[in-house]
């Protein structure tokens, strides 16, 4: 009877998840079930790059009907102004736009300074600003790879160096530091290499320093989401395999079948707010990608790579299909 029960249940739960699911279980369950984790935003210090669109624009509103104070970068002025309008409508107490460019390392310390004068603490860091590169990988130039690496790597390692240097000398609670990699940060991304190896990167760097935040005796709190397609700005905004040469496709009509912006952004903020460590927020097929690569990567490089990561299935991926 038990095994008539488990052969009827466990394909069927399988097939709900398949059809349901677009996170790791973890965050799932906690986003269903925890919704009271959010209240304690209120009045808290958020900073968030990469607000100006996307994802990190529909963070901030997230994090504004939480009660947040918050702080908004991007390098556009006048689509921050229009996103510190909305939070205020939202609930945010105070909301104050400082545009910057991450890639420019060396004006970090100061701005954390002045807003640290202003707010007087950083609660949250969202580290969310990035950009794309598309391109072969045999066509690719380092020049271009380098002004991609100094946005989506130094540019925000950066700027957790000089946010957690602070919060480990001022002893500072609760901190929680956030980045926003990828699924190409976790597996390859055919004709992305650049943009694979930066997400890559932030995780080698991130996962040290969690280790080392460890072996301090800090309860500073990181979390990393790789999510997979979601609709933005991102794609129009590609950087190629040469400084200045732009990414010719208009891939607006396919947006429409890709994960929707406020739902992964949601799922962020719940992830932030459990304080979990890695967040796979993705639709499937790619989701269950995600679990055999990371459970089963001999299966994936072996057998599975043949069939997933043709030109076709890629092109398909991309455009949530
Ligand atoms: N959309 C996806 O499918 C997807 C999937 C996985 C991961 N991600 C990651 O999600 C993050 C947000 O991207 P998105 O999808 O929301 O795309 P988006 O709409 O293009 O947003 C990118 C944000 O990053 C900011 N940014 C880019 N370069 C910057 C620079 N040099 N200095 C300061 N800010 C800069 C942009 O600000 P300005 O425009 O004002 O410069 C914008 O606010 C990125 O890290 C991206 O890699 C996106």
Not at 265 to 286: F, R, T, Y
Request: hydrophobic share 40%.
């Amino acid at each position: 009877m038990i095994c008539f029960v488990l052969f009827l249940i466990v394909p069927i739960a399988l097939l709900l998840w398949y059809k349901r699911a677009d996170a790791d279980l973890t965050l799932l369950w906690k986003h269903f079930s925890g919704q009271d984790e959010l209240s304690k935003y209120k009045d808290q210090v958020v900073w968030i790059t990469g607000a100006s669109s996307g994802i990190g624009e529909e963070i901030a509103y997230s994090f504004a009907s939480l009660g947040a104070r918050l702080i908004l970068s991007g390098t556009r002025i006048e689509a921050l102004m229009k996103v510190q309008e909305r939070c205020l409508d939202k609930g945010s107490p105070k909301a104050i736009c400082v545009p910057f460019d991450v890639a420019e390392h060396w004006s970090h310390e100061e701005l954390h300074n002045q807003i640290i004068a202003e707010f007087g603490e950083i609660n949250l860091l969202v580290n969310n600003a990035g950009r794309l590169q598309r391109s072969e990988f045999t066509a690719t130039n380092v020049d271009a790879e380098k002004e991609l690496f100094n946005v989506n790597v130094f540019g925000i390692i950066s700027l957790c160096r000089v946010t957690v240097r602070h919060w480990l000398r001022t002893g500072q609670a609760n901190a929680q530091l956030y980045v926003t990699s990828s699924a190409a940060g976790k597996m390859g991304s055919p004709f992305s290499s650049s943009y694979a190896g930066s997400k890559h990167a932030l995780h080698g760097y991130l996962e040290t320093l969690r280790d080392e935040l460890s072996c301090s005796g800090s309860d500073i709190r990181i979390t990393i989401a790789n999510p997979g397609p979601v609709r933005s700005n991102l794609r129009a905004n590609a950087l190629t395999d040469k400084i200045g040469k732009k990414y010719n496709r208009d891939d607006s009509t396919s947006q429409r079948k890709l994960m929707e912006t406020k739902r992964c952004a949601e799922l962020i903020v719940s992830g932030i707010a459990h304080g979990l460590d890695e967040l796979w927020i993705a639709d499937q097929p790619l989701l269950l990608l995600f679990y055999v690569y990371q459970y089963f990567p001999s299966i994936f490089r072996r057998y599975l790579i043949n069939y997933v990561m043709t030109k076709k299935q890629i092109e398909k991926f991309r455009k949530g299909e």
